[in-house]
C-alpha cells in the first residue's frame, strides 16, 4: 500500500523568502507523484507531476519538486514567496497499475508574511 | 464544459435524509474519482468510474454510500440516512483514461445538522 506524509502540517514565511514544503512517501512500486494547490473553499489545482521522466519537475507559479528515490521525497520549493502563495498545499502519490487513484497526505497550510 | 462542475456547492440537511450530489466531468474523459474532505484533512478516495462501471468502489465507508454514471459522463453521489459524520466537502474529478492527471471540481460542502 503507497503513503504520503506531508511534514508540517503549518508553514510560515516571508515574502521573498524560499517556500519549502516537504513530502515523503511509501510505495513499493515507482509511482507518480503530485503536488495539488487548494486555495479557500476552490477544488484542487494541479501544481506538477512526476511521472518517472526528469527529477527535477517545474510546474505552474514558479514552483519545482525534485523526486529523489533514495530518499523517498519528493519536496515542493520556490525560491521566492509571493503573498499569493498562501493556500494548502497537497501531496499526492499515484501508482501505475495500483487502482487508478490518488493517495493524498494530510496537506500544509503555507501563510507568507510580509 | 471548460471544467469540472459540482452541484450544488453548498448543502445543508437534517440527520437521517437522503442527498444526492452531482458531477459534471471535463467533456471526453472517461474516468472519474468522488473523494471526501474531511476538516484539516486531505482527501479521500471513495470511488473511481471508468466508464459507466465503478472499477474501484473501496473507499466507500458503508452502504449507505452509493454512486452511479449510467451514461459514463455525469456522475451522481447519493448519501442515504446522513449522520453528522457525513459532513465534509465532496470533490469530484476526472481524466482521461490511461493518464493519473486528474482535473478536480469545486466541490459540494455537505453540512448535516
Known amino acids: 500500500a503507497q503513503s504520503v506524509t506531508q511534514l508540517g502540517s503549518h508553514v510560515s514565511v516571508s515574502e521573498g523568502a524560499l517556500v519549502l514544503l516537504r513530502c515523503n512517501y511509501s510505495?513499493?512500486?515507482?509511482?507518480?507523484l503530485f503536488w495539488y494547490v487548494q486555495y479557500p473553499n476552490q477544488g484542487l489545482q494541479l501544481l506538477l507531476k512526476?511521472?518517472?521522466?526528469?527529477?527535477l519537475v517545474k510546474g505552474i507559479n514558479g514552483f519545482e519538486a525534485e523526486f529523489k528515490k533514495s530518499e523517498t521525497s519528493f519536496h515542493l520549493t520556490k525560491p521566492s514567496a509571493h503573498m499569493s502563495d498562501a493556500a494548502e498545499y497537497f501531496c499526492?502519490?499515484?501508482?501505475?497499475?495500483?487502482?487508478?487513484?490518488?493517495?493524498f497526505g494530510t496537506g500544509t497550510q503555507l501563510k507568507v508574511e510580509l | 464544459g471548460a471544467g469540472v462542475s459540482q452541484t450544488p456547492s453548498n448543502k445543508v440537511t437534517e440527520k437521517g435524509k437522503y442527498v444526492e450530489l452531482r458531477c459534471d466531468p471535463i467533456?471526453?474523459?472517461?474516468?472519474l474519482y468522488w473523494y471526501r474532505q474531511s476538516l484539516g484533512q486531505g482527501p479521500e478516495f471513495l470511488i473511481y468510474f471508468q466508464g459507466t462501471g465503478a472499477a474501484d468502489d473501496s473507499g466507500l465507508p458503508n452502504d449507505r454510500f452509493f454512486a452511479v454514471r449510467p451514461e459514463g459522463s455525469v456522475s451522481t453521489l447519493k448519501i442515504q440516512r446522513t449522520e453528522r459524520g457525513d459532513s465534509a466537502v465532496y470533490l469530484c474529478?476526472?481524466?482521461?483514461?490511461?493518464?493519473?492527471?486528474?482535473?478536480f471540481g469545486q466541490g459540494t460542502r455537505l453540512t448535516v445538522v
Open positions: 467533456s471526453g474523459h472517461t474516468a
Open positions: 474529478a476526472s481524466s482521461l483514461e490511461r493518464t493519473a492527471e486528474a482535473f
Open positions: 499526492a502519490v499515484y501508482l501505475t497499475g495500483g487502482g487508478n487513484k490518488l493517495t
Open positions: 510505495s513499493s512500486v515507482p509511482p507518480y
Open positions: 512526476y511521472t518517472s521522466a526528469a527529477t
